[in-house]
């Protein structure tokens, strides 16, 4: 079993900022990619930010240069930070994370976590 959970969202004004957590837990032998997605009201979910194992980094256009994503292998955490956030950035964010379950498996498995609710007021 692997349990995916994020933290850190909220309420914040334009221009603020924010950190969200991503913690995986349980069967994992190893965390390959780590992504970001949202999901506005009424729109579809989209890809905000990924990292690969080694660091390798990517953004939506949209959030290039205002958010950052990292990692901590040692502690099976991702991190989102949120800069310069925009109202146009509400929504809820949700973390994936693909996992080697056990040493020399060769598929790889994506878990999702539940959510994190960020509102950003103008």
């Known amino acids: 079993q692997v349990q995916v959970v994020e933290s850190g969202g909220g309420l914040v004004q334009a221009g603020g900022s924010l950190r969200l957590s991503c913690a995986a837990s349980?069967?994992?032998?190893?965390?390959?990619?780590m992504d970001w997605y949202r999901q506005a009201p009424g729109k579809q979910r989209e890809l905000v930010a990924a990292?690969?194992?080694?660091?390798?980094?990517n953004y939506r256009d949209s959030v290039r240069g205002r958010f950052t994503i990292s990692r901590d292998n040692a502690k099976n955490t991702g991190y989102l930070q949120m800069s310069s956030l925009k109202p146009e950035d509400t929504a809820v964010y949700y973390c994936r994370a693909t996992i080697t379950p056990k040493r020399g498996s060769m598929t790889r498995y994506a878990y999702w976590g539940q959510g994190t609710q960020v509102t950003v007021s103008s």
């Open positions: 990292i690969t194992d080694v660091g390798v980094t």
């Open positions: 349980g069967s994992i032998f190893s965390l390959n990619a």
